[in-house]
T-cell receptor, first 117, second 112 residues
Framework: GAGVSQSPSNKVTEKGKDVELRCDPI?????LYWYRQSLGQGLEFLIY????????KSGLPSDRFSAERTGGSVSTLTIQRTQQEDSAVYLC???????????????FGEGSWLTVV | GQSLEQPSEVTAVEGAIVQINCTYQ??????LSWYQQHDGGAPTFLSY????GLEETGRFSSFLSRSDSYGYLLLQELQMKDSASYFC?????????????FGTGTRLLVSP
């Protein structure tokens, strides 16, 4: 696709419910990232996938959070038993190469805005 | 672990020049990037430094000093549309592949 696509764009869920957020990266991009951004805050690293390598899960805040990437393309971030503090924008990004290349550009989607009530 | 520090907010007037500083502490440092984010929008890439020195891209320039673990973003001829949040981000080499970690961001307010 032309850019990183995320769905849903907005999600309101009740506390305790599970949610799934989807990311469709730019075609051909081998690296995929998930970040979380609370209102007015910075970007908090969650997880990073690179090709067929084991993902870097070091940023996942608790075991309620998990992510997978199927076929080296689409990724799903799952939050189980959601809590109010999970309310944030979840941003997905992708890049062409995991190794450093000129520009070091990663391309972000518009994000999934999650509200837990 | 890693940490990045930037000022939380900077104000300036149209036509002025503003510098946003970023200091970092990290292992496996590979490069420093800058991203711009308008309210409600996605972050977009501005500039990247892997080597010491200044990189210029139009009105925006970015500087890196690896020995000082310091960089800055310089915005010239400020325009109202430059009002946004600016994030520095370090690239960490982790098992041979990059991992991008962002600072907390600097909110730039440009006034007429």
């Amino acid at each position: 696709g032309a850019g990183v696509s995320q769905s849903p764009s907005n999600k309101v869920t009740e506390k305790g419910k599970d949610v799934e957020l989807r990311c469709d990266p730019i075609s051909g991009h081998t690296a995929l990232y998930w970040y979380r951004q609370s209102l007015g805050q910075g970007l908090e690293f969650l997880i990073y996938f690179q090709g067929n390598s084991a993902p870097d899960k070091s940023g996942l805040p608790s075991d309620r959070f998990s992510a997978e990437r199927t076929g080296g393309s689409v990724s799903t971030l799952t939050i189980q038993r959601t809590q109010q503090e999970d309310s944030a924008v979840y941003l997905c990004a992708s890049s062409h190469l995991g190794r450093q290349d000129a520009g070091n550009t990663i391309y972000f989607g518009e994000g999934s805005w999650l509200t837990v009530v | 672990g890693q940490s990045l520090e930037q000022p939380s907010e900077v104000t300036a007037v149209e036509g002025a020049i503003v510098q946003i500083n970023c200091t970092y502490q990290t292992s496996g440092f590979y490069g420093l990037s800058w991203y711009q984010q308008h309210d409600g929008g996605a972050p977009t890439f501005l500039s990247y430094n892997a080597l010491d020195g200044l990189e210029e891209t139009g009105r925006f320039s970015s500087f890196l000093s690896r020995s000082d673990s310091y960089g800055y973003l310089l915005l010239q001829e400020l325009q109202m549309k430059d009002s946004a949040s600016y994030f520095c981000a370090v690239s960490q080499l982790n098992t041979g592949f990059q991992k991008l970690v962002f600072g907390t961001g600097t909110r730039l307010l440009v006034s007429p």
